[in-house]
């Protein structure tokens, strides 16, 4: 039996996945998301990885600054779950409002409890949940 040879592809580990103007953009639509979903400042920290309290301040009043890579995926992260319930309910108030609804698909826990644990994987785990609800798979 015969295998196709794959070329090697070289790693270019100094770019980011996501850019430093599509990182800033991400930050101003999840501060949008966030005032949708009414959260609070606390939450809003946690959901961000514990962003401290002065930053998140900041980027509400406009002033973004520099952007990890973790905290670039979390917003994209964030973003597929907001596209997901844009998705599946037609009406946005009402996926804006599902995230604090008890789901047994959930263990009985709102979608905003599971996010609040506060790992990056439960974030994941959501979104995935959300992408076989509306069919992605």
């Not at 005032?35 to 002033?63: I, N, S, Y």
């Not at 973790?70 to 409002?97: E, N």
Request: net charge neutral.
């Amino acid at each position: 039996m015969q295998f196709a040879t794959l070329e090697p592809v070289a790693a270019s580990p100094d770019l980011p996945a996501i850019t430093d103007a599509e990182a800033a953009a991400l930050a101003r639509a999840t501060v949008n998301l966030f005032g949708h979903w009414q959260l609070g400042d606390a939450e809003a920290r946690v959901l961000l990885g514990d962003m401290a309290p002065r930053t998140w301040a900041r980027w509400k009043a406009g002033g973004i600054g520099r952007i990890d890579r973790d905290l670039r995926a979390r917003m994209a992260i964030l973003m597929g779950i907001h596209k997901a319930l844009r998705t599946i309910f037609t009406d946005p108030a009402r996926g804006y409002a599902w995230i604090r609804k008890p789901n047994a698909a959930l263990a009985g826990q709102s979608a905003l409890d599971v996010m609040l644990r506060g790992e990056i994987t439960d974030l994941i785990d959501l979104r995935s949940y959300l992408d076989a609800e509306r069919g992605a798979w």
